[in-house]
């Protein structure tokens, strides 16, 4: 196992990268079956590639496991027209990388920093790579979101977010927790309310 500086190179076989992708695109899936997403809505993903291996959080980044979760999610996103935005580490503040487009269509203003595998991770170093525009925004407010490894994603919702449960339990060996988003009720046990907006 080679694993310097916090970054693991330990090199992952071919099966288990393509087994990460298939995970992770199956979460993206189940999620959406439940979700009530639309095209251009926003579904943010936060990844820690440590705890995919088993490995505390923020302790050794990988840049391909990174790439295969990355692979795996933007593509079901793609083919959904959901917009992805992935959440940097706590060591650039949870920003976001998502496409110009959906930074511009929703009014989130660009910060300048380029993630890094130590500093942003390696899901986002790799959507940063991988996406045609991208740009990274401070916060969102997304419609739904896939939490792999514990990441914290509840401050880039709108509100109310409301857990979703799905059959993909982990990715690797993270925890994964998923989210949906829907409007406040509001008028009390009087009101009545919009069973599609549940």
């Given at each position: 196992m080679m694993q310097k500086a916090g970054i693991n190179e330990t090199l992952m076989n071919k099966e288990e990268l393509d087994a990460l992708k298939e995970q992770a695109g199956q979460a993206v899936r189940e999620l959406l079956d439940v979700a009530k997403m639309k095209p251009g809505d926003i579904l943010v993903v936060g990844c820690s590639s440590s705890e995919i291996v088993s490995s505390r959080i923020g302790s050794?980044?990988?840049?391909?496991i990174g790439e295969?979760?990355?692979?795996?999610?933007?593509r079901e996103c793609e083919k959904n027209q959901i917009f992805l935005a992935a959440q940097c580490c706590?060591?650039?503040?949870?920003?976001?990388?998502?496409?110009?487009?959906a930074a511009n269509k929703y009014g989130y203003a660009a910060v300048n920093v380029v993630p890094q595998l130590k500093a942003g991770g390696s899901f986002a170093t790799a959507a940063y790579r991988g996406m045609k525009e991208p740009v990274a925004v401070e916060q969102i407010g997304a419609h739904g979101g896939i939490d792999i490894g514990d990441t914290l994603i509840g401050m880039h919702l709108r509100q109310v977010a409301v857990p979703v449960r799905i059959a993909t339990k982990k990715i690797g060996e993270a925890h994964v927790v998923c989210a949906r988003v829907r409007p406040k009720f509001i008028g009390g046990v009087r009101a009545d309310y919009d069973k599609e907006m549940l």
């Amino acid at each position: 196992m080679m694993q310097k500086a916090g970054i693991n190179e330990t090199l992952m076989n071919k099966e288990e990268l393509d087994a990460l992708k298939e995970q992770a695109g199956q979460a993206v899936r189940e999620l959406l079956d439940v979700a009530k997403m639309k095209p251009g809505d926003i579904l943010v993903v936060g990844c820690s590639s440590s705890e995919i291996v088993s490995s505390r959080i923020g302790s050794y980044s990988s840049k391909e496991i990174g790439e295969a979760v990355y692979q795996g999610i933007g593509r079901e996103c793609e083919k959904n027209q959901i917009f992805l935005a992935a959440q940097c580490c706590e060591h650039l503040n949870r920003a976001l990388i998502l496409e110009k487009e959906a930074a511009n269509k929703y009014g989130y203003a660009a910060v300048n920093v380029v993630p890094q595998l130590k500093a942003g991770g390696s899901f986002a170093t790799a959507a940063y790579r991988g996406m045609k525009e991208p740009v990274a925004v401070e916060q969102i407010g997304a419609h739904g979101g896939i939490d792999i490894g514990d990441t914290l994603i509840g401050m880039h919702l709108r509100q109310v977010a409301v857990p979703v449960r799905i059959a993909t339990k982990k990715i690797g060996e993270a925890h994964v927790v998923c989210a949906r988003v829907r409007p406040k009720f509001i008028g009390g046990v009087r009101a009545d309310y919009d069973k599609e907006m549940l």
